[in-house]
């Protein structure tokens, strides 16, 4: 058995999104299978952890603003009395337990200096890349072009070149998807060794359903769902756009179409674009805002929906959509990063181009006019959403840890 100790910038229940929620996931799973699992994280949150599972230091301090988005503003001298304290931690505490792995999630907060300390703890380092916090790090410019021209460009989705490594890093990486190992290599940054482990969910209870049939759409308006964060990388626009061009294609009185939004709305200002969008094309009264919903609910949800529709700009590779697929609901999803790795085009659900709303529409009119291909992507998707198990994962990635620890 390993001793492993987890490095996370948050950790639950501090938290603001799934990249922590997973690192949890996968700690416990690891405590479960006999590994003696401890976790070094930030205070920021301010709430406590508790956990029989496993030890949780909270010794860390971000170097960041009120929020986790905001920069750090509090000068040269606080800055760097912060980054020498948190590298004092981590060295004592890996001095202290001697593990066989350092496990490093999201880092995003401690900055470039706080990686290079974990490169130089003589022990093997294991990095969980399943967003670009660590090419942000160390090529910040390629990742702000990256972002400026291929995701919020004209043409977003645009491919990725390989390049020869510029960094070359000690610690070797798990991606979470091919399409994250692409953007790392186009970035320059080279690894000690590198594994491709596609992230997983918990399914016992969508697997558990009878799948709803799918051959037949609900009552007039059809109803369309979008679930996951309210920010501009997740395309809502795109599908507000879709429904207003669905409209322009559909014959009068044929069929009509609504929209539910479920997800975080603290962006405010993106929110206030979505509902100045809203008023704009005339769709105030049938686009609905609603919360988020826990994991345990999505089933439900997704029952109560016709066609979801998954409008990301930028995706490394989405637990919500396997949910979605998992639940046998027809999906049209963007042609963009893991995505693609999840959906085959019209086998397993529908891409479109991302950014692209006149397209969208095309495959939700597909969708809608088509029973026997609705219900072909219902029974398919599941099937293949079944694959992406978190069991599954723990165990690729409790594999490829123990070879890394053992050099």
């Keep these: 058995m390993m001793k492993i100790l987890f490095v996370s910038n948050l950790f639950p229940p501090n938290q603001i999104g799934g990249y922590e929620v997973l690192c949890a996931r996968v ?3 690891m405590a479960r299978l006999g590994h003696e699992v401890h976790i070094l994280t930030s205070c920021y949150g301010g709430r406590l952890p508790v956990s029989d599972e496993m030890p949780v230091s909270q010794g860390l301090r971000l170097l960041c603003g009120d929020t986790i ?18 590298a004092i931690v981590t060295q004592e505490m890996v001095e202290r337990l001697r593990p066989d792995v350092v496990f490093a999630w999201n880092l995003y907060g401690l900055h470039r200096e706080y990686f290079h300390v974990i490169e130089r703890l003589g022990v093997p380092v294991v990095c969980m890349l399943t967003d670009n916090w660590l090419a942000e790090m160390m090529a910040r410019d390629f990742i702000g072009t990256y972002f400026q021209r291929q995701v919020y460009g004209d043409r977003p989705g645009g491919g990725l070149v390989p390049v020869e490594p510029v960094h070359k890093l000690k610690v070797s990486a798990i991606f979470g998807a091919r399409s994250m190992q692409d953007l790392y ?26 799948r709803k049939p799918r051959r037949e759409c609900g009552d007039n308006p059809i109803r369309l769902l979008f679930a996951g964060r309210l920010v501009r990388l997740k395309g809502v626009h795109t599908a507000i756009e879709a429904l207003a061009e669905l409209d322009r294609r ?31 094309l005339g769709l105030a009264e049938r686009v609905v805002f609603l919360p988020p919903v826990a994991e345990a609910e999505l089933p439900d949800l997704f029952d109560r929906h016709d066609v979801y529709v998954f409008p990301s ?44 709303a006149s397209d969208l529409a095309a495959k939700i009119t597909l969708l809608a006019d088509d029973g026997e291909l609705r219900e072909r992507i219902s029974r398919a998707g599941r099937d293949v959403a079944a694959q992406f198990t978190v069991a599954r994962m723990v165990g690729q990635m409790e594999d490829y840890l123990i070879r890394q620890s053992q050099g």
């Design 27 to 29: 700690a416990g799973l």
């Design 69 to 86: 988005y905001h920069a750090f503003a509090k000068g040269d001298l606080r800055r760097q009395v912060i980054s020498d304290d948190n």
């Design 185 to 210: 290599t186009a970035a320059g940054l080279g690894f000690r060794d590198a594994t491709v482990i596609h992230n997983g969910v918990d399914l016992t209870a969508s697997l558990a359903r009878e």
């Design 250 to 280: 559909s014959v009068s009185g044929q069929r009509s179409f609504v929209l539910n939004i479920v997800g975080d709305a603290t962006d405010e200002a993106y929110l206030a674009q979505l509902t100045s969008l809203i008023a704009k």
């Design 313 to 356: 700009l930028y995706e490394p590779f989405s637990l919500t959509l396997i949910h979605a697929m998992a639940s046998g609901i027809p999906t049209v999803a963007s042609a963009v990063g893991g995505n693609v790795e999840i959906v085959e085009d019209k086998e397993t659900g529908l891409l479109f181009a991302p950014g692209d």
